[in-house]
């Protein structure tokens, strides 16, 4: 990514921050109030709210390799395997064929207490329906019936498609196990009363990154968010 397409924090829209503050919020267990971040001005802001309001006892462990843990346990038992086998960069493909693959991860999913959103549809189907969207969109200004017939119909299409996808958005256990404690922080400690302070801000930039595709350096404390 060169500095023409660099995405700015300001740049993303209010709306979307929102929703992901409400992502990391869950992630950390928190319930706060809408107005919890009416004054917030910078990514630094953010993260001050967010750690002030988590009151958990502090313990220095590693949430991702407690994720790990749990995640390897629960495929250690579904599959029958042996967990000394499964490794950080075993591969999800090699360890879950495709035949029952959606059955095993809701398995995973409900052993571990971790939700793993680790399956989607195929490339090819992702597209067809972004661009379906995007025709539906504009067939809105000429005939908004069609338009909305046509937003229907990509909606529904997203949705199938996201419940019978099997294909992995992620190759290996370890990029679970990062997912877990990045979505699924407080789930994916050992002791969820507890908490590592030093990862706090950690987890919420990795968030902001994933989901905004921000690069890293433009992700400081003095990152404006409007």
């Not at 789930?187 to 919420?204: A, G, H, L």
Request: glycine share 6%.
């Amino acid at each position: 990514m060169n500095a023409i397409d660099t995405i700015e924090l300001r740049n993303i829209d209010p709306d979307d921050i929102s929703d992901v503050l409400v992502k990391i919020e869950k992630s950390f267990g928190l319930n706060l109030e809408t107005d919890s971040f009416k004054n917030a001005r910078t990514f630094g802001d953010i993260c001050d709210i967010i750690s002030s309001m988590i009151e958990l006892e502090h313990t220095d462990d590693c949430t991702t390799q407690q994720a790990f843990y749990k995640i390897r346990e629960s495929i250690a038992n579904i599959q029958l395997l042996d967990k000394k086998t499964i490794t950080p960069n075993s591969d999800l493909e090699g360890l879950f064929p495709r035949k029952g693959r959606r059955h095993k991860i809701l398995q995973i999913r409900k052993e571990s207490g971790l939700s793993l959103k680790i399956l989607e549809p195929k490339g090819w189907i992702s597209v067809t329906l972004f661009f379906g969207l995007l025709a539906s969109i504009v067939a809105l200004f000429f005939n908004w019936r069609y338009g909305l017939l046509g937003l229907g119909a990509i909606i529904f299409g997203f949705q199938l498609a996201g419940r019978f996808g099997k294909e992995f958005s992620v190759k290996t256990v370890g990029e679970a196990a990062t997912m877990a404690a990045r979505e699924n922080y407080i789930k994916s400690r050992r002791n969820p009363k507890t908490v590592n302070r030093q990862e706090i801000v950690k987890k919420i930039e990795e968030v902001f990154i994933h989901d905004f595709d921000l690069d890293p350096s433009v992700l400081t404390r003095e990152a404006l968010l409007f």
